[in-house]
């Protein structure tokens, strides 16, 4: 098992695309388990690859109270969304600190792999909604910051490089 390294906004790799996994194989489950350590370590409620510096779509959630609910998304698309949508607080590993609201849509349908490579669809509503949106944003190189006013994103852009500094 190995901790893996997060990347802070606004790091220009976080902008990057993810590429498809081709073959669910041990190299990928490898990943998933190194991932899945990070984000509870972190501690954080889910994980893209994108923010660990690898642009392949994988994604960990565990939004459970005990860390003893694993989700695993390789390869995500939304199906369906819901017209209704919904405004949440986010925060994200890549921006530590910063907390604000996003709109979304309300509930999603997914359609992924799981760790074996197998297909399956999933139904989300409240947390794990915004949590699965959220990753996948990062999979195309999206944080949550880049909703908010440019006002705002050139406040936390400042505040992250200032943190930067101090910890260097
Ligand atoms: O740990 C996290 N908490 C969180 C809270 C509200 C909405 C989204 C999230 S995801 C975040 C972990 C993270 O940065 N994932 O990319
Ligand atoms: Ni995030």
Redesign the pocket.
Known sequence: MALLSILHYPDPRLKKVAKPVSVVDERVRTLVRDMAET?YD???????AT?VDVHEQIIVIDISEAHDDLRVFINPEIIEASAELKE????????PGIYDSVERPDRIRVKALNKFGEPFELEADG?LA??IQ??MD?LRGRV?VDYLSQLKQSRIKGKMRKLERESA
């Open positions: 984000m972190a501690p954080g409620v889910g994980l893209a923010q949440a607080e986010e925060g994200c590993l890549s921006v947390l915004v949590c959220h990753e990062h949550f």
